[in-house]
């Protein structure tokens, strides 16, 4: 299990009680180990971060950002996190709301492609002798 702080359990939970229209979106496709019959978890506290979506199995993390997230300070803030995570050996895809809402079927496809690219990395490197 990858270390949280603990103190972001609560706003976790206010923040899957009050997910956007393309988080809305994007979960219905993903609860319910419909994708590969991966597990995802939303909104979940990871390090010193929430992360919109996430996949423990295949090391995944989606993110689905807003328009904010265009301006210069949360581009270099979010350069940051995805670092940080990639740090805790961990994918990271992030999509905007537009691509979420008007593409959902392309980015569904996408997070496809790379869970199945993970689990056969983690199938390989879990059959290799020690």
Known sequence: MLPYNRKLKQPSRQL?????EAETRLWA?????QLLGV??????PLGNFIV???APKAHLVIEVDGGQHFDTAHRAADAERTAMLSGMALQVLRFTNTEVLAQTD???????RALGAAIRS???HAARPA
Do not use: W
């Open 16 to 20: 899957r009680s009050n997910m956007t």
């Open 29 to 33: 496709r993903l609860r319910g180990q």
């Open 39 to 44: 597990q995802f978890y939303r909104q979940k």
């Open 52 to 54: 919109d979506f996430y």
């Open 106 to 112: 392309a980015v569904v496809e996408e997070i496809v």
């Open 122 to 124: 983690r199938a390989a």
